[in-house]
Structures are given as structure tokens and as C-alpha cells.
């Protein structure tokens, strides 16, 4: 399994970013997909996923109303749609998937929020 992400970029304040990350390979519903993000000298920060089969979703507090999650499963593709985006959200984001408990994981793409 290999994962692509793009989307990444510097965008303002406020402003709005969508993230794609598309997944090939030999893949199973029931597959986990989702986002991660990291900045300097912090871990990882689950952001939230998306469950093949039913579509249930999470997302973490800190971005829920912010950040939406989607899919395409007939494209193996998780989409990151990042709205009002502010200076703290800046890191390194990345996609995974897990799959029966191996995850896999995007090379990681750089997200900066600055006016």
C-alpha cells in the first residue's frame, strides 16, 4: 500500500486549504483512512478518519467545525478540507491508513498558516 498526499501550501489567516491524499495498492473495505498532523518537537495529533464500509467519522475537538473529512472510496481517496485556518494549525500534515492494524503512511505535506 502506498500513499500520495498534495494539497499543502502557505495560505492566510482565515483563509481555506483542501488536502488530498490517494492510496494504491491492494485495498480492503473496512480500510481506516485519515489525517494526521505534526508540528516541531511535538507528536503527532490524530485529526480524525473515515471508515470504508459505514463512512463513520471522527474528528478531534480541536478542529471540529474547522476541518472536514471525506472520502471517495471508489478512488481510495481521503480528502482534508481545512476552513479558517489559523497561524496554529501550521505543521506538517500526514495521511494513513490503517489497515487490520498495519498502518500505512503519506510522505507527510507541509501546511503554513502566516499573513
Known amino acids: 500500500v502506498q500513499l500520495q498526499a498534495s494539497g499543502g501550501g502557505l495560505v492566510q489567516p482565515g483563509g481555506s486549504l483542501r488536502l488530498s491524499c490517494a492510496a494504491s495498492?491492494?485495498?480492503?473495505?473496512?480500510?481506516?483512512m485519515g489525517w494526521y498532523r505534526q508540528t516541531p518537537g511535538n507528536q503527532r495529533e490524530l485529526l480524525g478518519y473515515?471508515?470504508?464500509?459505514?463512512?463513520?467519522?471522527g474528528v478531534t475537538t480541536s478542529v471540529e467545525g474547522r476541518f472536514t473529512i471525506s472520502r471517495d472510496n471508489a478512488e481510495n481517496t481521503v480528502y482534508l478540507q481545512m476552513d479558517s485556518l489559523k497561524p496554529e494549525d501550521t505543521a506538517v500534515y500526514y495521511c494513513?491508513?490503517?489497515?487490520?492494524?498495519?498502518?500505512?503512511w503519506g510522505q507527510g505535506t507541509l501546511v503554513t498558516v502566516s499573513s
Open positions: 494513513y491508513l490503517d489497515q487490520r492494524g498495519i498502518q500505512y
Open positions: 495498492g491492494m485495498i480492503f473495505s473496512g480500510d481506516v
Open positions: 473515515r471508515l470504508s464500509s459505514s463512512g463513520s467519522l
